[in-house]
């Protein structure tokens, strides 16, 4: 009989990844949201201040018509 030892290099198990699986969801949602929340406020924006920014009312309605997880 062999005997066996734990090794620092072992795979988690499911149970110690969950909070990095947890951890990560987390950052996923909150970019989508925020990316959700700056498409709003783009389509927003009046066309002076587009211009400001170097972008056309066809560019805004392009990125706007984007779904949220979508970059």
Do not use: N
Not at 46 to 57: K, V
Request: net charge positive; with cysteine; proline share 3%.
């Amino acid at each position: 009989m062999t005997a066996r030892t734990a090794s620092a290099s072992a795979p988690l198990s499911g149970r110690q990844s969950f909070p990095f699986v947890t951890w990560v969801r987390s950052r996923l949602l909150t970019r989508w949201y925020d990316r959700h929340l700056q498409r709003r406020d783009l389509c927003e924006i009046d066309d002076h201040l587009l211009r400001d920014l170097g972008l056309t009312r066809q560019d805004v309605r392009r990125e706007c018509a984007k779904s949220f997880w979508q970059a």
